[in-house]
């Protein structure tokens, strides 16, 4: 018997992977600078982070803001079984959004930065109308 996994957990686990990605970044860029025996240690006499290492944990603090209103948006829309395409795109978007948006903000575009954020927003803006449009129990 085969089982496919739906378009919104999908994108789930592909934000998952993402996060953990961006814990990595600053993590790596901290090593690389400090060394591993003292990221190792208890931190407590390490030197001012670079501004790339700023950015990433800028990058990473607003990730995981962001998954934490994406999970609730997904773990009920899976759920509640409503099925609206506007929920499997809406977590495409967000995906795709949050994709973009990393690297524009290590590479600290101020610019189109606010336009990758606020598309990601848009795709969860999308999985929370189809919810609440979606028929409600009796």
Not at 20 to 46: E, K, S, T, Y
Not at 109 to 126: K, N, Q, Y
Request: proline share 7%; glycine share 6%; aromatic share 8%.
């Amino acid at each position: 018997r085969e089982t496919m996994i739906s378009v919104p957990l999908t994108m789930l686990l592909w934000s998952s992977v993402l996060m953990f990605v961006l814990i990595l970044v600053p993590a790596g860029a901290a090593i690389h600078r400090n060394g591993a025996q003292a990221q190792a240690g208890a931190r407590d006499n390490l030197p001012e982070p670079s501004v790339f290492m700023r950015r990433a944990n800028r990058l990473n603090a607003n990730m995981r803001e962001n998954m934490i209103v994406f999970i609730a948006l997904i773990v009920v829309a899976e759920l509640s079984g409503i099925k609206d395409s506007n929920i499997g795109l809406g977590a495409t978007i967000f995906f795709y959004a949050r994709l973009v948006h990393a690297p524009i903000y290590l590479a600290g575009l101020p610019a189109i930065r606010p336009i990758a954020w606020f598309t990601s927003v848009a795709g969860m803006v999308m999985i929370a109308i189809a919810l609440f449009t979606g028929p409600m129990p009796a």
